[in-house]
């Protein structure tokens, strides 16, 4: 059975950090592609951060120079470490895995207030 379980989301302060975490099962990880989405109520799910089978990344602008995305795979997950969160970082966020078929997690959901 596939899945994608994400954990790590919760409140924290404006300036703050979270680190999610993403664990997969039943496929091959490894030759993967994973990345991390979010979604506001009302709006399209949008990239924040992608990272290849062999490690290289990209992310979103808005992101640049505050999360880092990373995988073990040995431990079958990927993460995402946010610092000097802002309120608009607010929203779910969501593991993606995608090679032959694409996978999605449920969602942890992130909210940044004082």
């Known amino acids: 059975q596939v899945q994608l379980v994400e954990s790590g989301g919760g409140l924290v302060q404006p300036g703050g950090s979270l680190r999610l975490s993403c664990a997969a099962s039943?496929?091959?990880?490894?030759?993967?592609?994973t990345s991390w989405y979010r979604q506001v109520p009302g709006k399209e799910r949008d990239m924040v951060a992608h990272?290849?089978?062999?490690?290289?990344?990209n992310y979103a602008d808005s992101v640049k120079g505050r999360f880092t995305i990373s995988r073990d795979n040995a431990k079958n997950t990927v993460y995402l470490q946010m610092n000097s969160l802002k309120p608009e970082d607010t929203a779910a966020y969501y593991c993606?895995?995608?090679?032959?078929?694409?996978?999605w997690g449920q969602g942890t959901q992130v909210t940044v207030s004082s």
């Open positions: 990272i290849t089978s062999i490690g290289s990344t």
């Open positions: 993606n895995a995608r090679n032959f078929q694409t996978y």
């Open positions: 039943g496929f091959t990880f490894s030759m993967y592609a």
